[in-house]
């Protein structure tokens, strides 16, 4: 591995980054499919300058800028310049709806609110009720934001930020269905990007295949944050696209993908190992990359994947090695500076092989969650280990593999769904009495989100019905893959539903 990243003095993220690609601002920074390359001083350049339109709109170091946007190189820009000015950055996923958009508006109490031009009418009510300034950003360069971005001045500096200062604040949804947001600190996420940096030995000739969208910490944090240390160019796609893809693999060393897009690779015939000559290494996050479909890739690319296990809270938390056995459903060790157990619910070690409650303790935390103080301390144990909510067990030599998560969230094409979120919506629509929301095998999603629906007496609900209620207030990835109407939900004795019965007795529900 080799980097010219030199610790800073200024602890700003934008700092340690700068001090990776210093001496290759003249080096392709984001090379995109059919349209422009970038250098690393282009870019840097163009977030000067959005740091002054930003600046010019009243944004300050500390203040919030919410973004929900389309991939493109001018998010990436926006992304530099609020962490050069010491701004908190929350990004949200561009599935979510107006009503969703609304509730983070109003939490997260923004100074501005980034929106794609198209979504400015009906998201402009919404930034005037939490006092946010809407501005546009789109793909081509375009919206509001961007032409301010062209006239402002730039600004120069970069703010001389504390490590424990905010950077980032991602949403995260809980069993109540209300959204967190999780505060990282600039010390939190370059912990993370120089972890990854080391343990993923990232070459400064590396060239990453990025196809991932860069709303959630895998897209913009695992992916861009490596590749930034280390001056490296990335494949900057707008999103997975089949055939662009097995295109751009001869051009790339490094993809890192979750496991809907490695299915879908797996069934193109252009998928090879002669395809995949040029990559050095395949990441697979986000969600579990199944045992089956580990060995398929080995056989059709003939690399391994690594896979990683992390989360918004903490960053990367494991990693398979990039030497040494990487066997199918384990997730690696922890990642350096990072602690691990598995404990029982004394939070007393469990032997070796034994599941337990996943617990862990590092640098890359993250320093609780927005305005939730007591619901922040309730995630720590009295010693300070972050309660994950996952199950997992430990090999002899430290390796975890993940059995479940004590919750009953949902992992469906790589993103997070809470059950009780989406029960909540379907309980509302009319003819429904009650429902349960589970995950079920799914060979493209992982996950699918499948509703178990008990109707009123005189209820005449059906699937359209129910998702003609929810379309406008659940993003569409959030929505159910299937409805099965029932007569009742199991029940245990203190008529707690029992959805391990659900997905025990219709684990083959997607496969027939």
């Not at 010019?56 to 973004?67: C, E, F, I, P, R």
């Not at 109490?109 to 809407?134: H, Y």
């Not at 160019?233 to 051009?251: C, R, Y």
């Given at each position: ?448 989100v499948t509703a178990f629906v008990v109707l009123t007496s005189e209820g005449s609900a059906n699937a359209e019905s129910i998702e003609e209620a929810i379309g406008s207030r659940l993003a569409r990835f959030k929505q159910p893959k299937r409805y099965v109407f029932i007569d009742e939900l199991p029940r245990n004795a203190m008529s707690k ?16």
């Amino acid at each position: 591995m080799t980097s010219n990243a030199i610790e800073p003095t200024n602890r700003n993220l934008y700092a340690l980054f700068r001090s990776g690609f210093a001496d290759r601002l003249d080096h392709p920074f984001l090379i995109i499919p059919g349209g422009a390359t970038l250098t690393y001083g282009d870019v840097e350049t163009r977030a000067m300058h959005m740091a002054g339109a930003l600046t010019m709109l009243g944004v300050a170091t500390g203040d919030h800028v919410v973004v929900q946007i389309d991939k493109s190189s001018d998010g990436v820009a926006l992304y530099l310049a609020c962490l050069r000015m010491g701004v908190v950055f929350v990004t949200l996923n561009t599935a979510y709806t107006p009503d969703e958009v609304a509730f983070f508006l109003g939490d997260a109490q923004p100074t501005v609110f980034v929106c794609r031009p198209a979504d400015a009418a009906t998201l402009q009510p919404f930034a005037d009720e939490a006092g946010a300034k809407l501005v546009t950003l789109g793909v081509d360069a375009d919206g509001t934001l961007a032409e301010a971005t062209d006239t402002a001045p730039k600004i120069v500096d970069i703010v001389d930020s504390k490590g424990t200062d905010i950077a980032c604040m991602l949403y995260t949804s809980g069993t109540t269905g209300r959204s967190k947001g999780a505060m990282l600190t600039h010390d939190g996420l370059a912990a993370t990007a120089k972890g990854l940096h080391e343990v993923w030995g990232w070459q400064r000739d590396d060239v990453l295949l990025h196809v991932l969208p860069i709303f959630h910490v895998h897209g913009l944090f695992v992916a861009l944050h490596p590749a930034m240390l280390g001056g490296s160019s990335v494949l900057f796609h707008p999103k997975f696209e089949l055939d662009a893809t097995l295109a751009a693999l001869p051009d790339a060393t490094v993809m890192m993908a979750v496991p809907t897009i490695y299915n879908r690779l797996l069934q193109a015939d252009q998928f090879t190992p002669e395809q995949c000559a040029s990559m050095r290494v395949f990441t697979s996050g986000s969600a579990p990359l199944a045992a089956d479909k580990h060995e398929d890739f080995a056989r059709k690319s003939g690399h391994v994947v690594l896979n990683r296990y992390g989360m918004t809270e903490a960053g990367i938390i494991t990693s398979s090695p990039l030497d040494g056995e990487r066997p199918a459903g384990t997730v690696g060790f922890a990642m350096p500076g990072l602690e691990l157990r598995v404990v029982d619910d004394t939070n007393q070690p469990m032997p070796e092989g034994e599941p337990g409650m996943v617990q862990i303790k590092g640098d890359t935390l993250f320093a609780g969650y927005w305005q939730l103080p007591e619901k922040t301390a309730s995630e720590f144990t009295d010693d300070g280990f972050f309660i994950t909510g996952d199950i997992g067990r430990l090999d002899a030599e430290g390796r975890l593999t993940l059995d479940g998560r004590s919750g009953d969230m949902i992992i469906s094409g790589g993103f997070n769904v809470y059950p009780r979120e989406v029960e909540l919506c379907i309980n509302e629509a009319e003819g429904v009495f009650e429902s349960a929301v589970v995950g079920l095998p799914h060979d493209d999603l992982g996950e699918g989100v499948t509703a178990f629906v008990v109707l009123t007496s005189e209820g005449s609900a059906n699937a359209e019905s129910i998702e003609e209620a929810i379309g406008s207030r659940l993003a569409r990835f959030k929505q159910p893959k299937r409805y099965v109407f029932i007569d009742e939900l199991p029940r245990n004795a203190m008529s707690k539903v029992q959805k391990v019965a659900l997905r025990r007795d219709n684990a083959d529900l997607y496969s027939t």
